[in-house]
């Protein structure tokens, strides 16, 4: 099914896609533009500092001078096809990739080649392996690369894999002339030929310099050597010291990567070409097809659209966007998914925020799909008459920022909600509540950042400002004492009266009880009919005791009263009771609870014991430091938290870890307050 596209022939082998991955600032997005160009799809390299690449051209993307969503490209390379899914690394932002990442033929990681941050790709690497999706390693900036890095990146990087690492080139350098060095090409190992890079172009091949023959030897057996652990014949050659095939290496090098058995390690630079053309050519040869990828998502027979994102900012309106697996797709065909069955509208292929309409895609293909209401990210739909499997659930990384919104402008309240409604549904980390008891719509999100960049995207698209705060912590109060009360509503003001007489006795319960009413009324004091009405209006006095908050952990007791033939009625009684227990709770040494939260910290080994002074100066209680469970040289704390220390924690935790301690916080208990912290929380709670 082979077509044009922008004039360029496209062979008929299926798209192949590639996501690049990595911690945030490596180069994804300048490594993509770079592909675009050395592939010839573009015909200026953007950079992102100018803001003129093909991607991160939203508003908040530019603004911050990187990427908040993923940005998607595509381009032809001698005759083949690729789709760029170029994920934001950023820790608020990469959400966003993670279906995409699922569907993906391959991905590349780009980091950037000095040691000491070596840790920030153990995130993204480790969730590589657990969807199982081929990758390479590409490090990047290679001009920035001291002495020895290469070698002891690789170190750092590969206890952090479960797969070998296998280096595939080694930089060449230069002396620069001001008595330092400079990186000025690669050895490519499996070759064995050396390259220069020039900038802009394609790298020129150079003789190998004598003085790096000797690592070259070395580093070409260690590369032998781990592909010789899935290749007898390689193995056999080895150890006969004969020299081996250069087919076989260059078979066993695709089927190694493609089959996710070992993860190739390569150089360059993004801004002057350095490797790029090579990197086109890997991928040409390495990336796998999509059948792997098709079958990772169940996609069994037929043809069908895995779907990782769901846009609404785009001129086209609602998009979904998904990559087609299986048969291809085209205009108007019917997609089976768990909400039912709808037609497709018009097909686009997306190149950064350009849509190009299409009537027909074929099999791995990423693109833009109108009028699929019912698709939500990480579903896979059929074509009809296709064979699917249910696609497993994403987890989306904790929400651990929340803010309290209110519009500026009231007359925006209605807006609000819908574009709350839509925000959420193109972004499913981020959430936000209609809080009744404090009235709050709350948000959250993954972290700060990912918040501040919803909030602009609110103002900006959808011209709703808003004001912001943290969101009311949920305290209760419960009473120290007993107390025992008369409540009495009297009112004989012309016509009929009001009369509600009742006596109560209130007790402290144990933690976590809630509520009791009991009846001892005897003799009639008060007739059976009136004593729902006498509890109603203590539960009223309940909603908002003496500190302010609603009240827990209290029994009552019912134990005299009065009524009058002709005036007492439910309203009476129930406004007798509640005069009582108001009285009753302020005479019963009432004290503010506060929620608190487990939380347990993840972070990389050594930041342990810092995390948890930053819980403690939160009044946190630590239950423990150990190590992480899964993840070598990572910790694990384990804190007792107020939910008041969640606000700004998650900024705090990263700040001392290089971005990477990340936590999950749920509700275990509410605790006793006492002391200058609950005065200060009554006061403020007085003064709302
Ligand atoms: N020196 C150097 N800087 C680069 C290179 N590639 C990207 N950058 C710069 O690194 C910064 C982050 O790049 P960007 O593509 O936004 O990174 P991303 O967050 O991974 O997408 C920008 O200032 C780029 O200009 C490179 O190869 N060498
Ligand atoms: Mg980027």
């Avoid at 030929?193 to 000797?214: L, N």
């Avoid at 709808?342 to 027909?360: W, Y």
């Avoid at 004091?525 to 009405?533: D, G, H, R, S, V």
Wanted: charged share 25%.
């Amino acid at each position: 099914m082979a077509h044009t596209q922008n004039g360029s022939a496209r062979g008929s082998a299926a798209t192949r896609a590639v996501a690049l991955v990595g911690p945030a600032g490596t180069g994804k997005t300048s490594l993509a533009e770079a592909l675009l160009y050395a592939s010839g799809a573009i015909n200026r390299q953007g950079s992102v500092e100018a803001g003129s690449t093909v991607g991160d051209a939203s508003a908040e993307a530019r603004a911050r001078g990187g990427s908040t969503e993923l940005n998607l490209l595509h381009f032809d390379y001698l005759g083949d096809r690729f789709a760029l899914i170029d994920v934001p690394g950023g820790a608020g932002f990469a959400a966003d990739g993670l279906a995409a990442l699922q569907s993906a033929d391959m991905a590349l990681v780009v980091i950037d080649p000095a040691p000491e941050r070596a840790g920030l790709a153990e995130p993204v690497l480790r969730q590589l392996d657990e969807l199982g999706v081929p990758h390479a390693i590409f490090i990047n900036k290679i001009e920035q690369a001291r002495a020895g890095a290469i070698r002891d990146l690789i170190a750092e990087l590969q206890p952090m894999s479960r797969e070998p690492l296998a280096l595939r080139q080694i930089p060449l350098r230069a002396k620069d002339g001001q008595g330092g060095e400079r990186i000025t090409g690669y050895v490519d190992l499996a070759l064995e030929r050396a390259y220069r890079y020039r900038p802009g172009k394609e790298s020129e091949r150079v003789e190998i310099p004598g003085e790096v023959i000797e690592r070259e030897r070395a580093e070409r057996t260690h590369l032998l050597e781990t592909l010789a652990d899935f290749d007898d014949a390689l193995l056999e050659a080895l150890l006969l010291d004969e020299a081996p095939d250069q087919a076989m290496i260059m078979a066993d090098l695709a089927a190694d990567t493609g089959g996710n058995k070992v993860v190739p390690v390569v150089l360059g630079s993004a801004l002057s070409d350095g490797g790029v053309h090579r990197l086109l050519k890997l991928l040409r040869h390495e990336a796998p097809a999509p059948g792997a990828a098709a079958a990772r998502m169940g996609v069994v027979s037929g043809g069908a659209l895995h779907v990782f994102k769901v846009a609404n900012g785009g001129a086209m309106g609602r998009l979904a966007l998904g990559r087609v697996l299986g048969d291809g797709l085209a205009e108007g065909d019917e997609l089976v998914g768990r909400a039912g069955s709808e037609r497709t509208g018009s097909l686009f292929f997306v190149q950064g925020d350009k849509t190009t309409k299409q009537s027909t895609a074929q099999c791995g293909d990423v693109v833009a799909v109108a009028k699929v209401d019912s698709a939500r990210p990480g579903m896979v739909l059929g074509r009809k008459g296709a064979s699917v499997a249910e696609a497993g659930l994403i987890a989306y990384p904790p929400r651990n920022a929340a803010l309290a919104i209110t519009t500026r402008d009231r007359k925006d309240d209605v807006k609000l909600s819908a574009a709350l409604h839509r925000l959420c549904e193109e972004d499913p980390a981020l959430a936000w509540t209609q809080d009744d008891a404090s009235h709050e719509t709350v948000l959250r999100g993954i972290n700060d950042d990912h918040l501040t960049v919803v909030i602009g995207r609110l103002q900006r698209r959808y011209g709703v400002a808003v004001e912001t705060r943290p969101p009311s912590i949920a305290y209760r109060e419960s009473i120290r004492k007993s107390a025992s009360q008369r409540g009495r509503h009297k009112k004989q003001s012309g016509g009929h009266g009001q009369y509600g007489d009742c006596v109560i006795e209130i007790r402290p319960l144990a933690r976590g009880e809630g509520f009791r009413f009991d009846d001892r009324i005897t003799g009639g004091a008060i007739p059976k009919q009136y004593i729902p009405a006498v509890e109603a209006g203590v539960r009223d006095a309940m909603a908002r005791g003496p500190l302010g908050f609603a009240v827990e952990d209290v029994a009552v007791t019912l134990t005299d009263g009065s009524f009058h033939a002709v005036d007492s009625s439910e309203l009476a009684f129930r406004i007798a009771g509640r005069m009582a227990m108001v009285e009753a709770l302020a005479m019963a040494a009432p004290y503010l609870l506060e929620p608190i939260c487990k939380v347990t910290v993840e972070t990389p080994g050594g930041t342990g014991s810092k995390a948890g002074s930053v819980l403690s100066a939160r009044r946190g209680q630590i239950l423990g430091l150990s190590p992480h469970p899964h993840w070598a040289r990572w910790e694990r704390v384990e804190a007792l938290l107020p939910e008041s220390g969640l606000h700004g924690l998650d900024a705090e935790l990263r700040s001392l870890s290089q971005g990477l301690a990340n936590f999950t916080a749920v509700f275990d208990h509410l605790a006793e307050l006492g002391g200058k912290p609950a005065d200060e929380v009554v006061k403020a709670r007085a003064a709302a």
